[in-house]
């Protein structure tokens, strides 16, 4: 079975640049997370959706960071325009009622100079 | 806030020997705990989790004790092998936040050969 896939794995941008990343959760599993990994927060969630509705973007930095997720096999996350301090490494994660555990994909590791 | 707090960043032990990885919350709506294992470039992995009605969950070399009047939770392995040297992240779940999870900043664990 396919785990979450994430797209693309590394992406190097310039400051000021807009940035999509994306997202395809496990079949079958309604609720979708957002994380990103820094070494002084640990996995910080940024926004989560169920039935593709957002529920809690609560942890969405500023408004230069959006989410959407038109559908059930599809997510991206938008950053517009791109700074140095948002280099890191993005998550996805998906799961379902079904289960207490999160899945998580393989992240893109973003650089913006 | 932090409300799940990983306080030692690294740890080194030596092949054979226990590691301990330990864990501290501050919400006493925190009813579900889990650890997480993430190697570089890959995404986080579920290891082991515990219900807050229980104080012991073992799987194999891999035991999470909680202590729920401290609000502490511990990762023990035995023995330590190589593979062993991972990031471990601990999660918490609160009985109102649906599948939302909050994640420690991580501790690294290095076995030593």
């Known amino acids: 079975d396919a785990g979450v896939i994430q797209s693309p794995r590394h992406e190097v941008t310039e400051m000021g640049q807009e940035v999509t990343l994306r997202c395809k959760p496990i079949s079958g599993h309604d609720y979708l997370f957002w994380y990103r990994q820094t070494m002084m927060r640990g996995l910080e969630l940024l926004i989560y959706f169920n039935n593709n509705v957002p529920i809690d973007d609560s942890g969405m930095p500023e408004d230069r960071f959006s989410a959407k997720m038109p559908n059930a096999s599809f997510s991206t996350l938008k950053i517009q325009p791109s700074e140095p301090r948002d280099s890191a490494v993005y998550f996805c994660?998906?799961?379902?009622?079904?289960?207490?555990?999160?899945?998580f994909g393989p992240g893109t590791r973003l650089t913006v100079l | 806030d932090q409300q799940v707090k990983q306080n030692s960043p690294s740890l080194s032990v030596q092949e054979g020997r226990i590691s301990i990885l330990n864990c501290d919350y501050t919400?006493?709506?925190?009813?579900?705990f889990l650890w997480y294992k993430k190697y570089p470039a890959e995404g986080p992995t579920f290891l082991i989790s515990i219900s807050s009605i229980k104080d012991k969950n073992e799987d194999g070399r891999f035991t999470v004790f909680l202590n729920k009047s401290a609000k502490h939770l511990s990762l023990h392995i035995v023995p330590s092998q190589p593979g062993d040297s991972a990031v471990y992240f601990c999660a918490a779940r609160s009985i109102q936040g649906a599948q939302k999870l909050v994640f420690g900043q991580g501790t690294r664990l290095t076995i030593n050969p």
């Open positions: 919400n006493s709506m925190f009813d579900y």
């Open positions: 994660a998906s799961t379902s009622g079904a289960y207490n555990e999160q899945f």
